[in-house]
């Protein structure tokens, strides 16, 4: 197979594997409990390098299709120019992923832009930086149903991706003591473990029906009592 006919069936399925992996390690970077500031830097590295692979990717799977004629300049371009039924919708899907793909990129690289400029600012960043979110589903739906009937190493490719993605949201929410806890039950110890439960007295009717024998009372309790005999 010849790197031309491999870039045009495999360039999308590695531009969504880029892509999921730049999501992966964008929510690794973002946990402030499991990593320290150096762990945390190196994370937002890796996210960075892996987010200019998907654009590479990106560049390449275009590039290639619209070579190939598989899809117009125009479909590939402008969302939805083609229609939105049919494999022209799953195409404007593909070309929104791209742009959503790119605004997250943009908004990862202005950041120093939004820093230091109060909390509005930040939450702005966070809403567009987002969309890397939005074009990890477009992608997902694009490539899914807008190919060629998959091969077995790309719907494992997809499972992965959806596995990957899932994992790491749950990270997040819950974060890795939280999430082992709810994953992994805790053995029993002692007695239980072996299997050994302690044996416990049988219960008899006498016993139930066995009267209290009242506690001792104190002077002050006595007096307490005498008090509310008299005033009833």
Not at 151 to 178: D, K, N, S
Not at 196 to 222: D, I, K, N, Y
């Amino acid at each position: 197979m010849d790197l031309h006919r491999f870039l045009d069936q495999a360039g999308g399925v590695l531009a969504l594997v880029s892509l999921t992996a730049t999501v992966v390690w964008g929510l690794v970077a973002a946990d402030r409990l499991a990593l320290g500031p150096r762990g945390r830097l190196l994370a937002q590295a890796v996210h960075r390098a892996l987010a200019v692979g998907a654009l590479g990717f990106l560049l390449v799977h275009v590039g290639v299709k619209v070579a190939e004629a598989h899809a117009s300049t125009t479909a590939a371009l402008i969302p939805f120019a083609s229609g939105i039924g049919g494999r022209a919708g799953l195409i404007g899907l593909g070309s929104l992923a791209g742009y959503l793909l790119v605004l997250a990129a943009a908004t990862g690289v202005l950041r120093s832009v939004f820093a230091g400029r109060g909390r509005a600012a930040a939450r702005r960043w966070r809403v567009l930086h987002a969309s890397a979110y939005g074009a990890w589903c477009t992608a997902l739906l694009h490539g899914l149903n807008a190919g060629r009937e998959a091969a077995e190493w790309v719907t494992g490719c997809y499972v992965g991706c959806l596995v990957g993605v899932a994992f790491a949201l749950a990270v997040r929410r819950f974060g890795v003591p939280q999430l082992l806890r709810l994953v992994v039950r805790r053995r029993p110890v002692g007695a239980h473990a072996a299997g050994r439960m302690p044996q416990s007295r049988p219960f008899t009717v006498s016993q139930g029906l066995r009267p209290r024998t009242p506690a001792p009372q104190t002077p002050e309790g006595l007096n307490a009592s005498r008090g509310r005999a008299e005033l009833t």
